[in-house]
Every structure is written in structure tokens, then in C-alpha cells.
């Protein structure tokens, strides 16, 4: 059964002030929920990408509570932190396998999708994120949108819940952050 948001409230506050049972618990009562946002940001990767879906939790989470200073108020807000840190994650990775492998190594391309060859997949995700990375200097919001929205794959109201803004404000920074994407990625 989920935990109410207001326990999950308190639970964060006991383990933001060092409560090592609550931490335990808090990330108990919160891995159903990231582990559909990891599966939902897994979906849209390449075929046959390593990670799994707790190896994506589990390593934003490390790195989100590795940080020191890290201040989490309440569920929506360790969801869109946690959303941002799977993104990051992500990026890094795709960055890594860049490095590592080198501009074109190691494409395979069936005979059947040989039509469709474009941009690599982990090139895609490093365009995405310096799109992104500029649409925050502008609008940081609306970054946070895409992140919850098109990486999340969550709902309108879910994510405006998640962001602490109404449908309507969602909605305006959606439209807004699908253009200038659109712009920035086809130029």
C-alpha cells in the first residue's frame, strides 16, 4: 500500500536530519514509484542499453544523497530531483560509451533498418541534453517539465502535482519547451 504523501513528508524530514531507520523505510515506500520513472526513461534508449532499472535508481539515488546539502521537502520534490539525476545518469552513461568506443564504433544495423539510419542513439541523448542544458539558462521550469513529461512519462496532472504548479502552468511550459526543442534540434 502506498504511504500517504503527508507520512512521506515526515519520513523525508526524519531522514534528511540523519534517521537511518527512516531512510530505509523512505526508500522502501518510494521504489515502486522509481522504478516506473527509471522504466519510463529506460523505454526510450537505444536497443540492448546495459543499465537496468534499478541500476538507474540506484545510482541517482547515490548520487543525489552523496551530495552534501541536498534539501528534499517533500515526495514531488524527490521526484523531480530524482527524475533530474536519472537524466544525468543517462547522459553520463552516454557520454562513456562515446568515449570509450569512439565516434561509429561498434553500430550494428540490421538489414531491415538499414533505411532508417541516422544520428546514433547516445548522440540524440547528447543533443537532448545540451538543448536542454541551454533551455534551462531560459526557462529552468520548463526543463523540469520535459523531464518529468517526456523522460518521467508522466501524466499532466502528475507532473504538475510533481512540479507544484497548476495543469494550466504545465501545460504552457510544455508547449513552450516542445518548440524550442523542435527549433534547436532541427536547426
Known amino acids: 500500500m502506498p504511504m500517504a504523501g503527508a507520512d512521506l513528508t515526515r519520513l523525508i524530514a526524519k531522514a534528511r ?31 540492448g542499453h546495459t543499465l537496468q532499472t534499478n541500476d538507474l535508481v540506484q545510482e541517482a539515488w547515490m548520487r543525489l544523497f552523496a551530495s552534501e546539502g541536498v534539501s528534499v521537502q517533500d515526495r514531488r520534490h524527490l521526484i523531480a530531483l530524482m527524475a533530474t539525476q536519472m537524466r544525468r545518469v543517462l547522459v553520463d552513461y552516454a557520454r562513456h560509451r562515446n568515449a570509450v568506443k569512439g565516434p561509429g564504433a561498434g553500430i550494428r544495423v540490421s538489414l531491415g533498418a538499414s533505411d532508417a539510419v541516422g544520428a546514433r542513439p547516445d548522440e540524440d541523448v547528447l543533443a537532448l541534453d545540451e538543448a536542454l542544458e ?19 512519462g508522466l501524466g499532466e496532472a502528475e507532473a504538475a502535482d510533481a512540479l507544484g504548479v497548476s495543469v494550466a502552468t504545465l501545460k504552457r511550459d510544455w508547449a513552450f519547451a516542445r518548440a524550442w526543442l523542435y527549433d534547436r534540434l532541427t536547426a
Open 17 to 47: 536530519d540523519g534517521d537511518a531507520s527512516a531512510s530505509v523505510t523512505l526508500i522502501d515506500a518510494i521504489h515502486p514509484e522509481l522504478q516506473r520513472l527509471a522504466r519510463r526513461y529506460l523505454a526510450s534508449e537505444r536497443q
Open 134 to 152: 541551454d533551455l534551462a539558462a531560459i526557462n529552468a521550469r520548463a526543463v523540469r517539465v520535459v523531464e518529468m513529461r517526456f523522460f518521467g
